[in-house]
């Protein structure tokens, strides 16, 4: 299956500020996915990211909060801007998986925490 | 959209007991895969299983595709089998998103 490489696994951020977190694939994929997990929460699907275009946000997230950027087909970026404690939270990142009947994998996640 | 239920919500059990997990569906899939999220938060893949039945040493899963339910069996469980179980499913593999079940929280006591 593919690897993928996301840091920082964890960060403690003032309100206000903005994280940025990273995940790297050790092998070209088409798309990317960014997921959310609230505590005691499952995951919810932030956006999906293509690279060469816009990423493509669900319903009640917004590119201006958590801006986007797939700058080649093994890297992608999450952006979590002017944070709030609600924010707080385990962001993770997936692909499809290369190898065929693995369905899709996860980094390793990044736990944030907003004080 | 499609929706996904899992049961039981939570779970205790004692060491070397075998459990079974379930997870309904109300749409027709073609991905359907198991995670153990475990105390840190990492998200491991157990099976992708959009239909049949698979084993990996002391865990299967079997799908019933037609009528909409999966289920994951653990046998002669172990403190580190704690955590939480998801069940995930998909409608277009590859350019669709992955829509999670609420989870259930298994405990495994020594």
């Known amino acids: 299956s593919a690897v993928i490489s996301q840091k920082p696994s964890r960060d403690i951020c003032q309100r206000g500020t903005s994280l940025t977190i990273q995940c790297q694939v050790d092998s070209q994929v088409t798309m990317m996915f960014w997921y959310r997990q609230q505590p005691g929460q499952s995951l919810t699907l932030i956006a999906t990211a293509n690279q060469g275009s816009e990423a493509t946000y669900e319903s009640g997230f917004v590119i201006d909060k958590f801006p986007i950027s797939r700058p080649n087909l093994t890297f992608s970026t999450l952006t979590v801007s002017n944070m709030s404690p609600e924010d707080s939270s385990i962001y993770l990142c997936?692909?499809?998986?290369?190898?065929?009947?693995?369905?899709?994998?996860f980094g390793s996640g990044t736990r944030l925490t907003v004080v | 959209g499609i929706q996904v239920e899992q049961s039981p919500p939570d779970l205790i059990l004692q060491e070397g007991a075998n459990s079974t997990l379930r997870c309904n569906f109300s749409?027709?899939?073609?991905?359907l895969q198991w995670f153990h999220q475990n105390p840190w938060g990492q998200l491991i893949n157990l099976f992708y299983i959009p239909s049949g039945t698979k084993q990996n040493g002391r865990l299967s899963a079997t799908t019933v595709a037609t009528e909409r339910y999966s289920l994951l069996y653990i046998s002669s469980s172990q403190t580190t089998d704690s955590g939480v179980y998801f069940c995930a499913v998909g409608s277009n593999f590859g350019n669709e998103k992955l829509t999670f079940g609420t989870g259930t929280r298994l405990t495994i006591i020594p």
């Open positions: 749409d027709s899939v073609n991905n």
């Open positions: 997936s692909v499809e998986s290369s190898r065929l009947a693995y369905g899709y994998t």
